[in-house]
């Protein structure tokens, strides 16, 4: 059982710089991976980025990657999403979630069993 809750979000310009950090209520273990989705109005939630606990497997949408970095602090149960270069286009809701078998991933699915109730990014032009 793990409760997630996100903070971060915010109005920034385009072209500028934002993170957003993901904190779990319990400790993770090593069979808990952790991704960001994102769902932008009238459009489907999408995925964005995954971490494995080690953070030595890191998955990144194509939209996103060289932009943003994912990164996670095991002793402070959190995980972080540093966004940069950010873009109108990335402007939605953002989620943090939690796999419990493993890394969020194309063989998967990118399936997660925890979520959060989101952030929003809005990117101003």
């Known amino acids: 059982q793990v409760q997630l809750v996100e903070s971060g979000g915010g109005l920034v310009q385009a072209g500028g710089s934002l993170t957003l950090s993901c904190v779990a209520s319990?400790?993770?273990?090593?069979?808990?991976?952790m991704g960001w989705f994102r769902q932008a109005p009238g459009k489907e939630r999408e995925f964005v980025a995954a971490?494995?606990?080690?953070?030595?497997?890191?998955y990144y949408a194509d939209s996103v990657k060289g932009r943003f970095t994912i990164s996670r602090d095991n002793a402070k149960n959190t995980m972080y999403l540093q966004m940069n270069s950010l873009k109108p286009k990335d402007t939605a809701v953002y989620y943090c979630?939690?796999?419990?078998?493993?890394?969020?991933?194309?063989?998967?699915?990118?399936?997660?069993?925890?979520w959060g109730k989101g952030t929003l990014v809005t990117v101003s032009s």
């Open positions: 319990r400790r993770t273990f090593s069979r808990d991976g």
């Open positions: 979630a939690v796999r419990t078998e493993g890394t969020p991933g194309p063989g998967n699915n990118y399936v997660v069993n925890y």
């Open positions: 971490i494995s606990w080690t953070g030595g497997l890191r």
